[in-house]
């Protein structure tokens, strides 16, 4: 699923945010991304999903090689995924069913079929009764909620999360995790970037430790 | 089709949130388009008002007096050989003043006791069709000069020269307003789509986010720029035709008597759709290159 081998991500600032990172991640694995801020997570993240080229090594994910000569086009690889953040980078302008559309739309689905989908996956978020309404009456859960649901509707075999919990109370945090759980049991491969050390332990799996760019621990549940 | 809807709904919603900009946009097209078709339309007539007025173009060669038959004979026939020469018709003294007489109708006794030897003898000269203008006349009224019996040639050539000229500084005019006015247009068009691109920032980077094509994200505007240009283009040539028509009520009732026959046409159709395809093809390039912008929010 993702293979990552001997990565190194330089800025042209020369801060290495990366060093000679080596990872595997097998389908229908739940692996947290653990560190401090500045440890690389969001850089790993970033070129597994191609908005970053890596300066060494080489990553390949649900089979699309990402070298240090970048993706031509990065809408193939981004059509196996999908991808939550701490801010859920919403359309504000839209409702929240028009949102989760919005995925499918640019893979060219429209209609009935796409409405259908946006109902389901609404559903498994806990958001059916929400649909039409604007995203601007969302608490941040809901907020965050509906992301998953973008990132999910168009059926993924994995789902990249960078702090997606990052901005939510505990409970909030909670549901967002549970969400995710069922996601994993259904077979997504999930990798959850996060800092919170205490989520980990409440729902332990994988955990990939990183600080200063470097893997410093590899502990499996 | 679904397609095809989602993209020019697209479009369209891209056009009515920035709709002051839009039609400022369009506005500022449909002028810098009147003003180069105003100018294709002054040299399109100007141009035809010359072709008409070279058709008619004869020179005349006049003979010394007294130049016996046999040798008028001679110097026609040598003439005819000149190159560019259709017909040559001799008009002798008596002929001139009798032509003179029925110009002057009524007042023909103005040339009472004037003997028709004071006219000099003639030769019409027609001249083939490619040879009808300025530069090609002044080489047979060279070779013309050349004949010793010939005594002047006339050929209205000041007329000819001035109205060439005329011509040939208007299309001058277009050509260079013309490029410089598509710099602009490009400009302004281009600056109203990274408007609405910077607008739509947050959407560009959502969508490259979940997986759409860069054409997906583009074409919208490229519609959106296309839409522009035609009406622009469209608005231009209705206000063009508009002011013809107050030109040919109002302008011309006022115009000498002469020119009231030359007929002041319109752009020809496909000129006008030139004009359009102009205008689409100007929308397009203006959109491509404020697209590239697109490319800076694929993150």
């Known amino acids: ?221 | 089709m679904s397609s095809l809807y989602s993209l020019l709904t697209r479009s369209f919603r891209n056009m009515k949130e920035n709709l002051l900009a839009n039609l400022a946009t369009i506005c500022i097209i449909a002028i810098s388009m009147l003003i180069f078709s105003a100018f294709s339309l002054i040299t399109l007539n100007l141009t035809s008002f010359l072709q008409l007025w070279e058709k008619k173009i004869e020179v005349i060669a006049y003979l010394k007096k007294k130049i016996p038959p046999p040798e008028v004979e001679g110097l026609m026939r040598n003439i005819r050989l000149i190159r560019g020469v259709d017909a040559v018709k001799y008009v002798s003294s008596t002929e001139a003043m009798a032509f003179m007489e029925s110009k002057l109708g009524s007042q023909k006794n103005l040339l009472e006791g004037i003997q028709s030897d004071v006219l000099p003898p003639s030769f019409e000269i027609r001249l083939k069709q490619d040879y009808r203008n300025s530069t090609k006349i002044k080489e047979v009224v060279l070779q013309l000069k050349e004949f010793s019996p010939i005594d002047e040639v006339q050929y209205g050539q000041e007329w000819v020269e001035t109205f060439s000229g005329l011509v040939h500084i208007v299309r001058l005019m277009q050509w260079i307003l013309g490029g410089l006015l598509t710099a602009a247009m490009t400009f302004i068009i281009a600056n109203t789509l990274q408007m609405t691109i910077s607008s739509r920032r947050e959407e560009i980077e959502v969508m490259h986010l979940v997986g759409a094509r860069p054409s997906f994200i583009q074409i919208p505007f490229y519609i959106e720029g296309l839409i522009q240009g035609l009406l622009g283009a469209a608005l231009a040539m209705v206000s063009l035709q508009l002011l013809y028509g107050v030109f040919l009520s109002h302008v011309t009732l006022s115009m000498a008597g002469w020119l009231k026959k030359f007929p002041i046409t319109f752009l020809p159709h496909e000129t006008v759709a030139w004009f359009l395809l102009g205008g689409v093809v100007l929308g397009l390039f203006g959109s491509f290159v404020a697209s590239l912008k697109i490319l800076k929010y694929s993150g």
């Open chain 1, 1 to 221: 699923m993702i293979h990552v081998s001997h990565v190194s991500k330089t800025y042209p600032s020369q801060v290495s945010a990366l060093s000679d990172v080596s990872l595997e991640i097998s389908p229908g694995d739940f692996t947290y991304v653990a560190g401090p801020s500045g440890s690389g997570k969001t850089t790993l993240l970033r070129i597994l999903f191609g908005a970053e080229r890596p300066t060494s090594g080489e990553a390949v994910v649900n089979g699309i090689h990402i070298t240090e000569k970048g993706l031509g086009t990065t809408y193939p690889l981004r059509r196996t995924m999908g991808i939550i953040f701490e801010e859920p980078k919403l359309l504000r302008d839209r409702s929240v069913g028009e949102n989760i559309a919005l995925s499918l739309e640019v893979t060219g689905h429209f209609g009935k079929k796409m409405r259908e989908k946006v109902s389901q996956v609404l559903a498994e978020v806990g958001l059916q009764a929400r649909e039409k309404d604007s995203i601007l009456y969302l608490s941040a859960g809901e907020q965050q909620r509906t992301a998953i649901a973008r990132a999910l509707v168009h059926d993924p075999p994995l789902l990249l999360a960078d702090e997606p919990t990052g901005n939510l109370d505990l409970r909030t945090t909670e549901d967002v995790l549970k969400i995710i759980g069922h996601l994993h049991e259904k077979g997504t491969t999930i990798l959850f970037a996060t800092h919170d050390m205490s989520l980990i332990q409440r729902y332990p799996h994988r955990t990939v430790y990183l600080e200063a760019g470097k893997i410093v621990g590899n502990v499996r549940t």
